[in-house]
């Protein structure tokens, strides 16, 4: 097997390669149901939305976000198998990912563009719930397929976590962009739907892996590529569901996962309809959360390779929980007359997060393509794909759950907006969405809990243990 990271400026660039989709599912996670739904905004509400009303029918939008991430996460199992056995004479993984980014294109740009300017507009509701389809299964096939590849382009653990690291960084970047830009040129009373279409272009970073990495004929890995690594899509599924430290390791991140999908869909109401902050205040709590990532990443990899990466999860789920219940305690409820409180309170929560947020990015990377290649050295057996479809499937129904049915109905909830025993006129406490913290908090414990069952770390004897007996003979066998 040819590694195809073998320089260092490599790892770089490969950890770049999708910070141009990831930015725009980011986007469309964060901004989306807001702009054609703003019923939890207050502040900025002309620029957060589309038009200031609700442009789908609430009542069922719910239902149609909720279809399209879960039809997100069952495409990934054949998308799995497809990205894992497929063999042509340019190789694997390259071809996969440029025929995925065209459909990536035309439904990101048509998901933001409604058919009809009317309010509850059932027609707006199905044509967004389509393009949502088409978005969610190309992106899925792009993420699975890179996924998948850093168990091979990579000689050993430490370069993939490296890469995981750098990934995790570019990501950072584009979270930045999301929540702290973004947030700059809306007080300016720019249009969301104006800067999600101006950011569409950076999806051309998908293309930097068609140049890295090195398989097809020219480097012995065309069509006739290790057929013996095959695995048919009733084999992958048996070893990855059979596969325990797996499982296990899919209760913390689906937890986790849960929290984290329902604070980025939620973390915009909660600063302009919780705390009742503009955007430009928004974005020094979201610089907060965001900035200090690269050096929290750092503080993580030595805290993994000083304590284990169970103990360092458990540390993140913990600081989560606390940063999340500061937009609680920020709230205006609580300090009506006093913004400076509130920014303080957010942005002390927002430094806590940041901990949380780099190894949120770079976890589910690490642990399934360490599982995924010590596999592939113990039996030969190459699925690294099904690992992240799986992983993705949990995560895809978790954040149906928490963004699709319990955050859009939860931040409905409203009640007469009173002050001082007098009561606002044409402004509402944004009840429902002032719970999204508390949720998130007890999934974060939940999954502190469940980390009990992982092991410290992933080696091949602990990923040995794991593996059909049988499965293990053939290869000794060869």
Not at 61 to 85: E, Q, R, S
Not at 259 to 285: H, P
Not at 341 to 369: E, H, V
Request: proline share 4%.
């Amino acid at each position: 097997m040819v590694v195809s990271l073998d320089k260092k400026w490599k790892e770089i660039f490969y950890g770049s390669c999708f910070f141009g989709p990831n930015l725009l599912f980011v986007l469309l996670g964060a901004y989306f149901t807001d702009a054609l739904n703003p019923a939890g905004l207050t502040a900025n509400i002309e620029s957060w939305s589309l038009t200031g009303y609700a442009l789908i029918v609430p009542g069922i939008f719910g239902i149609v976000w909720m279809i399209a991430k879960v039809f997100d996460g069952l495409v990934d199992i054949p998308m799995a198998a497809l990205t894992d056995n497929i063999r042509t004479r340019w190789g694997r993984r390259r071809p996969v990912l440029l025929i995925a980014l065209i459909p990536i294109a035309i439904s990101y740009f048509l998901v933001w563009t409604p058919l009809e300017f009317r309010e509850n507009s059932i027609l707006n509701t199905i044509w967004v719930g389509f393009m949502l389809l088409i978005f969610f299964t190309a992106y899925t096939l792009s993420v699975i397929t890179f996924n998948g590849s850093l168990s091979s382009v990579c000689k050993d653990d430490e370069q993939r976590m490296r890469v995981g690291s750098y990934k995790s960084f570019w990501e950072t970047i584009g979270y930045c962009i999301t929540y702290a830009l973004i947030p700059v040129f809306i007080s300016k009373g720019v249009n969301i739907r104006t800067l999600a279409l101006c950011a569409s272009p950076i999806l051309l970073t998908m293309l930097i892996p068609i140049f890295l990495i090195k398989e097809g004929e020219k480097y012995g890995e065309g069509k006739d590529y290790l057929p013996e690594a095959k695995v048919s899509l009733k084999t992958s599924l048996s070893l990855t569901l059979k596969n325990r430290h797996f499982l296990r390791w899919l209760i913390p991140n689906s937890c986790a996962f849960f929290g984290l999908q329902m604070f980025l869909s939620a973390q915009n109401t909660l600063i302009s309809g919780v705390m009742n902050i503009d955007a430009g205040m928004g974005a020094v709590l979201n610089t907060c959360a965001f900035a200090p990532v690269p050096l929290m990443l750092a503080l993580y990899y030595r805290l993994i390779k000083k304590k284990g990466i169970r103990f360092s999860y458990q540390v993140c789920l913990l600081c989560f929980a606390v940063a999340i219940l500061n937009f609680c305690v920020g709230s205006e409820y609580l300090f009506p007359h006093s913004v400076t409180a509130r920014i303080i309170i957010g942005c002390t929560g927002s430094f806590i997060g940041s901990f949380s947020i780099g190894a949120f990015f770079c976890t589910p990377y690490i642990i399934p393509s360490q599982i995924a290649a010590m596999e592939f050295k113990l039996t030969g057996k190459d699925h690294s794909g099904m690992y992240y479809a799986i992983q993705s499937l949990c995560a895809s129904a978790v954040s149906a759950v928490s963004t699709g049915l319990v955050y859009e109905y939860v931040k409905n909830l409203q009640s007469p907006k009173i002050i001082d025993s007098v009561e606002v006129v044409g402004e509402t406490w944004k009840v429902g969405v002032s719970l999204v913290p508390v949720i998130v908090a007890l999934m974060c414990l939940l999954g502190f809990f469940a980390c009990f069952k992982m092991p410290k770390r992933y080696t091949e004897e602990i990923v040995r243990d794991s593996l059909p007996e049988e499965l293990l003979e053939k290869k000794d066998n060869k």
